[in-house]
């Protein structure tokens, strides 16, 4: 069973930092482009950053570029997210997702989801 696990998440003031990670097991993602999403009480699904299979390209929102570091690990079959300066506004629940294959999709256009993990930012 393929399951896509994100920790890390938490209550944070503004200004400080968090770093999830994302945990794939069941099969391998080496091949496979991730991302990272989040959704926010009452609004839609939100893109923030996504990573080509092999780490060499990265995209991100621009909510959240400069304060946002999305990386993967492949041996470890990990992809995290650093996010720093954070805000008030970035409170919401994080998902990973897994793409079908190692280039990045468009839109929410991703194969497997986690659960989430929640962050909210005190101000």
């Known amino acids: 069973q393929v399951q896509l696990v994100e920790s890390g998440g938490g209550l944070v003031q503004a200004g400080g930092s968090l770093r999830l990670s994302c945990a794939a097991s069941g099969r391998t993602f080496s091949s496979n482009a991730m991302g990272w999403f989040r959704q926010a009480p009452g609004k839609e699904r939100e893109f923030l950053a996504a990573i080509s299979w092999s780490g060499g390209y990265r995209h991100y929102a621009d909510s959240v570029k400069g304060r946002f570091a999305i990386s993967r690990d492949n041996g470890k079959n990990t992809v995290d997210l650093q996010m720093n300066s954070l805000k008030p506004e970035d409170t919401a629940v994080y998902y990973c997702?897994?793409?079908?294959?190692?280039?990045?999709?468009?839109?929410?256009?991703?194969?497997?989801w986690g659960q989430g993990t929640q962050v909210t930012v005190s101000s």
């Open positions: 997702a897994a793409a079908g294959g190692p280039t990045i999709p468009t839109g929410d256009e991703y194969d497997y």
